[in-house]
């Protein structure tokens, strides 16, 4: 079992930058792909990014490519999403997300929620513009 706390969030202007900290537990946390989805209240959560259990590949929305960088730190237990260039239409709830994989996943596979094992509580994120 992992659990996850993300940190980080907060009230940044559009055009600033947050970085977004996710804590794991458990002695297992290089065997688990990580992944950042988002949520507004009355939509579904969505995409964000994702990395996998070595941190050599990840996958990332279309809306936050090219401003969005995710990284883990296996010997911290630690996945990180460093958001730049930030938009109001970035405003959510970002959670993190683990899955316990045997294999590697395709980019479709990591951006479905259903592929996630466990979930953080999430942290807000406003944009302010």
């Known amino acids: 079992q992992v659990q996850l706390v993300e940190s980080g969030g907060g009230l940044v202007q559009a055009g600033g930058s947050l970085r977004l900290s996710c804590a794991a537990s458990?002695?297992?946390?290089?065997?688990?792909?990580m992944g950042w989805f988002r949520q507004i209240p009355g939509k579904e959560r969505e995409f964000v990014g994702a990395?996998?259990?070595?941190?050599?590949?990840?996958v990332y929305a279309d809306s936050v490519k090219g401003r969005f960088t995710i990284s883990r730190d296996n010997a911290k237990n630690t996945v990180y999403l460093q958001m730049n260039s930030l938009k109001p239409e970035d405003t959510a709830v970002y959670y993190c997300?683990?899955?316990?994989?045997?294999?590697?996943?395709?980019?479709?596979?990591?951006?479905?929620?259903?592929?996630?094992?466990?979930w953080g509580q999430g942290t807000q994120v406003t944009v302010s513009s």
């Open positions: 997300a683990a899955a316990l994989t045997y294999r590697p996943y395709s980019d479709y596979e990591r951006r479905l929620v259903t592929s996630y094992d466990y």
């Open positions: 990395i996998s259990v070595s941190g050599r590949s990840t």
């Open positions: 458990g002695r297992t946390f290089s065997s688990y792909a």
